[in-house]
């Protein structure tokens, strides 16, 4: 058995199963030897990376975690890597809870006024002779359709971001190979993030698959089912920003935005997904 800071005996060596602190300081992390210069550039990405690699994240000083892709505070201890200094952490305010959303009647759904007056049946709806009526068919409603999130790698988004990040990001490669992700969107909403190693905590839509994206959130982005079926994106004030088809301006944390056929979210360092209707 072990003893956490906190007093608690722990059979883990790493977390306390008490209350969930860590037991130990994390054991130093040996550094790889640098790696060969990369050859001359000769055009279709950007100087100073190898698009068919992936490199390690850099350890936080302070408590050896390792740095989220190119993000300016460590995600345990928020250690500033631009400014080298630690930083006193204080807690994100609360999301704010959104309500549920509500359906609202049409006229057409309200019953009937008592007592009112039978309207006389104009001439056109009889057949002439045969005494049947001249009934319209009934009018079928319109399939609201199904809509799937299509995740991919995308390098144009991945130079873009790389364009903008400047020498903090020339240690993040575009991965040699990743599959196409295909996924119904089901239910009322969808949360887009990394799975936390830790504690098991997993999103509905995991990007911690290999190859892992460093650039993304454990708690990102969340996709919201609209009351006509269509969908809505909300970033969940995540550390690299969430843009939309392939804008520079990220958009603003906790405030739905519309999505259409075709659009595309992007998150991290190069996953883009596009929103499909079926």
């Not at 050859?39 to 992936?54: E, I, L, N, R």
């Not at 790389?162 to 295909?182: I, V």
Request: glycine share 8%; charged share 20%.
């Amino acid at each position: 058995m072990s003893t956490c800071p906190n007093g608690h005996q722990s059979g883990t060596d790493d977390w306390c199963e008490v209350c969930g602190h860590r037991m130990s300081a994390p054991a130093p992390v040996s550094y790889p030897v640098a790696p060969p210069p990369p050859p001359p550039y000769s055009g279709g990405y950007t100087p100073g990376y190898d698009p068919d690699a992936t490199s390690a994240a850099e350890p936080c000083p302070n408590c050896g975690t390792p740095r989220e892709g190119i993000a300016q505070f460590c995600e345990e201890c928020r250690y500033n890597f631009v400014t080298h200094a630690g930083t006193t952490f204080v807690p994100p305010s609360p999301p704010p809870q959104f309500p549920p959303y509500q359906r609202y009647e049409t006229e057409r759904s309200r019953p009937s006024q008592m007592n009112r007056p039978a309207e006389p049946i104009a001439p056109e709806s009889f057949t002439s002779g045969s005494g049947d009526f001249l009934l319209p068919p009934p009018e079928t409603p319109a399939s609201p359709g199904t809509w799937t999130a299509v995740v991919t790698a995308d390098r144009d988004y991945f130079s873009a971001m790389m364009a903008r990040s400047g020498p903090d990001a020339q240690g993040l490669y575009f991965p040699s190979y990743s599959p196409e992700l295909r996924l119904p969107l089901t239910g009322d909403q969808l949360t887009i993030g990394r799975r936390r190693h830790s504690t098991g905590e997993s999103p509905d839509l995991d990007l911690s698959r290999a190859p892992e994206d460093p650039g993304v959130s454990h708690k990102h982005a969340l996709l919201v089912r609209q009351p006509d079926s269509t969908w809505s994106v909300i970033d969940q004030d995540s550390t690299n920003g969430t843009t939309l088809n392939d804008a520079d301006d990220p958009l603003d944390p906790y405030v739905p935005v519309p999505l259409k056929d075709g659009d595309r979210v992007h998150v991290g360092a190069w996953t883009t997904i596009t929103i499909v209707r079926d």
